[in-house]
């Protein structure tokens, strides 16, 4: 089935592949492990400094992901690339010469986030690099999502063997040693991304629903454009607000996960990695699947199912004290997730132009990172009044009913985008 699916792919698919999975990879194996794990059972740190470094992290995603986003539409990719494998490597280097503190971890998650934001472009916008039609984009999603997978998959494994031997920050040595070799496939997939961009600059028209100005005005553009784009497409809009509700749920597991599994699941740190490689099994599953989801399948409606089967398996994964139990929601939520990423791309890059492409995600991704943040704060108080495992259950039944609640209360408009998308 998989080999099939990726039968006709444009050229320059597999270098962006590689280069994102070789990224992704560190991020996996640094952030949850270095950063989290770090903090939790190296330093036996507060909530509220849990709360405080995923906060960083998500902040500097914001910004690294609108720095790079302006960075790839403006300057182009060759720029980007550079610019993003230097830092990356630059901050997994600094982390080795600081001393272990609450404080130098916070930093460093701060870094380390605007790194990671920077790179976000990979998954999101370089695929219209390569293709404009949308089965191929669908494919090349998928793909980019099964690779992606297998980082959340094998990443906080490896990042729990180095740990397990090792103080837990050396996992960003692995980190910045393979964003240093993530240079090599970059090569390849410069050479046809420049050709790409300099070809569809000049003919490249107006995307559906987006306003010949919008998609004119590139150089002067500003992140408030960008927005002014997304909001002007419904099913831009639609995929926007969705998400945004959904991650807000998802905010409250960040400063509380790594809890559950010491005071709730009672397991070591190196679980912290086997439970994030189910999750990344699942999700490895699920983007194989995707690459054969029929184009009539390829809309809103389907997102925001998957997105609810995500938030039923969050209830299976934080229900129970059962390390089983967790193990079973982690591969079923992987799964769902490994669908509705390049579900979800797919759709933002039919949608949005190419001049505008990166700037229009960074906006997509400011809101569901920024989402995510209120509720780092709220967790922690919330779960010193009702527990860990309280309230990462109602924040799982936010991400199950949100979805639901649209699909019910927006079926007119719902209809209306899905039959335009198809």
């Known amino acids: 089935?998989?080999?099939?699916?990726?039968?006709?792919?444009?050229?320059?698919?597999?270098?962006?592949?590689?280069?994102?999975?070789?990224?992704?990879?560190?991020?996996?194996?640094?952030?949850?492990?270095?950063?989290?794990?770090?903090?939790?059972?190296?330093?036996?740190?507060?909530?509220?400094?849990?709360?405080?470094?995923?906060?960083?992290?998500?902040?500097?995603?914001?910004?690294?992901?609108?720095?790079?986003?302006?960075?790839?539409?403006?300057?182009?990719?060759?720029?980007?690339?550079?610019?993003?494998?230097?830092v990356a490597a630059a901050t997994s280097v600094m982390f080795q010469f600081v001393a272990c503190t609450v404080t130098n971890v916070l930093t460093m998650s701060a870094g380390f986030g605007f790194a990671t934001g920077l790179s976000f472009a990979y998954l999101s916008s370089y695929p219209a690099y390569?293709?404009?039609?949308?089965?191929?984009?669908?494919r090349v999603n998928a793909l980019l999502s099964v690779v992606s997978n297998t980082a959340v998959m094998v990443g906080p494994a490896v990042g729990g063997i180095i740990a397990a031997v090792l103080p837990s920050q050396r996992v960003f040595v692995f980190a910045g040693a393979l964003a240093v070799a993530a240079a090599i496939p970059a090569v390849?997939?410069?050479?046809?991304?420049?050709?790409?961009?300099?070809?569809?600059?000049?003919?490249?028209?107006?995307?559906?629903?987006?306003?010949?100005?919008?998609?004119?005005?590139?150089?002067?553009?500003?992140?408030?454009?960008?927005?002014?784009?997304?909001?002007?497409?419904?099913?831009?809009?639609?995929?926007?607000?969705?998400?945004?509700?959904?991650?807000?749920?998802?905010?409250?597991?960040?400063?509380?996960?790594?809890?559950?599994?010491?005071?709730?699941?009672?397991?070591?740190?190196?679980?912290?990695?086997?439970?994030?490689?189910a999750a990344g099994v699942g999700s490895v599953i699920g983007a194989a699947l995707a690459m054969r989801v029929p184009r009539r399948h390829v809309n809103v409606r389907t997102l925001m199912v998957l997105i609810a089967l995500e938030g039923a398996a969050c209830v299976l994964y934080v229900g129970t004290p059962y390390v089983v139990c967790a193990m079973a929601g982690q591969l079923l939520l992987g799964a769902a997730f490994g669908v509705v990423t390049p579900l979800q791309n797919t759709l933002v890059q039919i949608h949005a132009p190419l001049t505008l492409l990166g700037r229009v995600n960074s906006v997509m991704n400011a809101g569901f990172n920024g989402a995510g943040v209120v509720p780092l704060f709220a967790a922690p108080v919330l779960a010193d009044l009702f527990g860990v495992q309280a309230v990462l259950v109602g924040a799982s039944c936010l991400v199950l009913f949100v979805p639901i609640a649209c699909m019910v209360g927006m079926r007119g408009k719902i209809a209306r985008i899905v039959a335009d998308e198809t």
């Open 1 to 86: 089935m998989l080999a099939s699916a990726l039968r006709g792919l444009p050229r320059g698919t597999f270098a962006l592949a590689t280069v994102r999975l070789m990224i992704y990879l560190g991020v996996q194996a640094a952030y949850f492990i270095g950063i989290i794990g770090t903090l939790t059972y190296q330093l036996q740190a507060s909530t509220f400094s849990i709360a405080g470094a995923v906060g960083f992290f998500n902040l500097f995603i914001i910004i690294g992901n609108a720095a790079g986003g302006s960075l790839l539409d403006l300057r182009g990719p060759r720029v980007h690339t550079a610019v993003t494998l230097t």
């Open 130 to 138: 390569l293709s404009d039609d949308a089965d191929v984009l669908n």
């Open 188 to 277: 390849a997939l410069l050479r046809r991304a420049e050709y790409a961009r300099g070809r569809r600059r000049a003919s490249d028209g107006v995307g559906e629903g987006v306003s010949a100005r919008a998609s004119g005005d590139v150089a002067s553009g500003t992140f408030a454009d960008s927005a002014r784009t997304v909001f002007s497409v419904p099913s831009l809009a639609l995929l926007f607000w969705v998400g945004v509700l959904a991650y807000a749920g998802y905010g409250a597991f960040d400063p509380l996960e790594s809890l559950y599994y010491r005071d709730v699941l009672q397991v070591e740190i190196s679980w912290m990695g086997w439970l994030s490689s």
